[in-house]
């Protein structure tokens, strides 16, 4: 928005003042933003030398503007090496597990992307944590199929971190070994597809698929993340 685009232009004054111009304006779009999709847990924003700005925080079923004396004082050095090698208006993916001020853990969809201002200069990452429930929801619903089929995703070893049938304990959002992995229900050639880290299509003996990388980073090892969603033949072809 303009007033966010302002607000990037002000930032180089932060030190001096406290706070930018049009702080306070950008928090109540935030927010209200927030408010309408109903789907995050948190939205926030820090400068390029890891310093948080601002936080909107989901708290007691609503949206609410963190205190300044309540920001984090850590330096997101994670988020830094996440969007690192990211291509500009791209944005980085990954799946973490939050601890909220009653030390229950959130398990959510962590969207980073970096910011320029109108002189082309970075000026920081913007952080967008999606509720899991509410990102699985929302890929289930956005998935076009008229027929019944599966959608899943997998990190870099087959492990599934989403699967329509058989995965949805939110509680335990991160793969890990000895969970189902995709071999054990895909052909060798349909995994090495997947994990390929390309697009495209793939025609099993009974299934078609389709398969896409979600995102990928080298510092992430096998914490990237593969989509594809399967469909049996019989539902297609009768």
Known sequence: ?????QFLEDLIEY??????????LVLKQFQSFAQIKNIYYQLHFIDRQGTEIFKIQYDDNEFRIVPLNKLSDEQFRFYFLLTDSLPKNQIAFIPVELIDRRRTIIPAMS???????SDEKFQGIFIADVFAKDFFSVLDSQTHFDVRHKTAIVNSEGYYLYHSEKK???????????????????????STAVLSGQTGVFSGADYISTYVPLFTASFLGEN??????????DEVFG
């Not at 969207?111 to 201002?117: E, F, L, M, Q, V």
């Not at 304990?169 to 349909?190: D, K, V």
Request: aromatic share 18%; proline share 5%; hydrophobic share 30%.
């Open 1 to 5: 928005s303009p007033v966010f685009n």
């Open 15 to 24: 030190g001096e003042t406290g706070r930018p111009k049009n702080y306070n």
């Open 168 to 190: 949805k304990n939110w509680n335990q959002l991160l793969a890990t070994r000895g969970m189902n992995n995709l071999a054990e229900e895909y052909s060798p050639q349909f």
């Open 224 to 233: 990237s993340y593969y989509l594809f969603v399967s469909v049996e033949k």
């Open 111 to 117: 969207y980073a992307a970096r910011i320029y201002n």
